[in-house]
């Protein structure tokens, strides 16, 4: 059964920083294009950052870009998401998700909530 668990979400204040966990379960991760999704209260989901599963290469949304990093522990089937410099607007509930493509994602998480706010 293909699981995927989202920890790490939490109250931080602007400026600070979380790191974020997705445990897979139930299928390689490596073999998949995986990554992190993100929705706004009132706002439609974004997808934030992603390992391809063609190449490992990694996209960023450019809000995040230069303050977000995605990491992988292969042995653990566990991705990452160290988020630095936080901002209110990144205020939202963090999904892990995987599939076939970036574009594609099948497999999904019940996410996490992050709020930034002092």
């Known amino acids: 059964q293909v699981q995927l668990v989202e920890s790490g979400g939490g109250l931080v204040q602007p400026g600070g920083s979380l790191r974020l966990s997705c445990a897979a379960s139930?299928?390689?991760?490596?073999?998949?294009?995986i990554g992190w999704f993100r929705q706004a209260p009132g706002k439609e989901r974004e997808g934030v950052t992603c390992?391809?599963?063609?190449?490992?290469?990694?996209k960023y949304e450019d809000s995040v870009k230069g303050r977000f990093a995605i990491s992988r522990d292969k042995v653990k089937n566990t991705v990452y998401l160290q988020m630095n410099s936080l901002k209110p607007e990144d205020t939202a509930v963090y999904s892990c998700?995987?599939?076939?493509?970036?574009?594609?994602?099948?497999?999904w998480g019940k996410g996490t909530l992050v709020t930034v706010s002092s």
């Open positions: 390992f391809s599963n063609t190449d490992d290469s990694i």
């Open positions: 998700a995987a599939g076939p493509g970036a574009a594609s994602m099948n497999y």
């Open positions: 139930g299928f390689t991760s490596e073999n998949y294009a």
